[in-house]
T-cell receptor
Framework: DAKTTQPTSMDCAEGRAANLPCNHSTISGNEYVYWYRQIHSQGPQYIIHGLKNNETNEMASLIITEDRKSSTLILPHATLRDTAVYYC?????????????FGTGTRLKVLA | GAVVSQHPSRVICKSGTSVKIECRSLDFQATTMFWYRQFPKQSLMLMATSNEGSKATYEQGVEKDKFLINHASLTLSTLTVTSAHPEDSSFYICSIPGQGAYEQYFGPGTRLTVT
């Protein structure tokens, strides 16, 4: 069963920040949160991951609440090419047996 | 550049036949590879974990005799859909763990259509 819940879809104006929420209220203490995106008919692309601290890279920022029950992916200046399905994923298992459990994802549409 | 390749990118086969999908790690050796299935407008569902030199680990509800997995080398895993039926039509995607095992690199996917 998926350990994450996300809104089904969101729209964002081009050039504005896109904030994509994710709920993972049953996450365990050692389980990481990952974000991937999938453009139509392609394999998912890694965006960012975190455990409990906020993270930032060249693509996005990840804000994780102190209780770790939810997180938000922020695309600071969305472009039309950011239109995709964004998956918030919890990595489960132990070293050597990790696996991803995908949620339903959020379909983000960036509008011109 | 691409880290993982899949072949073929799309395939059409007749009901009752078998089809093999290859997943190759291009940049580094992978003792583990993952196979996912994705139906239209749905999320990815993990089917099995492919282990080099040993049997694959299948997720609950996935028939191991129907979806044969062979991890022949550290750079190649194959998924064979045996006796395919129209309901097996789907997008099949493989992935490999990254070097630090923090992320997975996904292949471009194989679209299977069974007529």
């Amino acid at each position: 069963d998926a350990k994450t819940t996300q809104p089904t879809s969101m729209d964002c104006a081009e050039g504005r920040a896109a904030n994509l929420p994710c709920n993972h209220s049953t996450i365990s203490g050692n389980e990481y949160v990952y974000w991937y995106r999938q453009i139509h008919s392609q394999g998912p692309q890694y965006i960012i991951h975190g455990l409990k601290n906020n993270e930032t890279n060249e693509m996005a920022s990840l804000i994780i609440t102190e209780d770790r029950k939810s997180s938000t992916l922020i695309l600071p200046h969305a472009t039309l090419r950011d239109t995709a399905v964004y998956y918030c994923i919890v990595r489960v298992g132990t070293s050597g047996t990790y696996k991803y459990i995908f949620g339903t994802g959020t379909r983000l549409k960036v509008l011109a | 550049g691409a880290v993982v390749s899949q072949h073929p990118s799309r395939v059409i086969c007749k009901s009752g036949t078998s089809v093999k999908i290859e997943c190759r790690s291009l940049d580094f050796q992978a003792t583990t590879m993952f196979w996912y299935r994705q139906f239209p407008k749905q999320s990815l569902m993990l089917m099995a974990t492919s282990n080099e030199g040993s049997k694959a680990t299948y997720e609950q509800g996935v028939e191991k005799d129907k979806f044969l997995i062979n991890h022949a080398s550290l750079t190649l895993s194959t998924l064979t859909v045996t006796s395919a039926h129209p309901e097996d039509s789907s997008f099949y995607i493989c992935s490999i763990p990254g070097q630090g095992a923090y992320e997975q690199y996904f292949g471009p996917g194989t679209r299977l259509t069974v007529t």
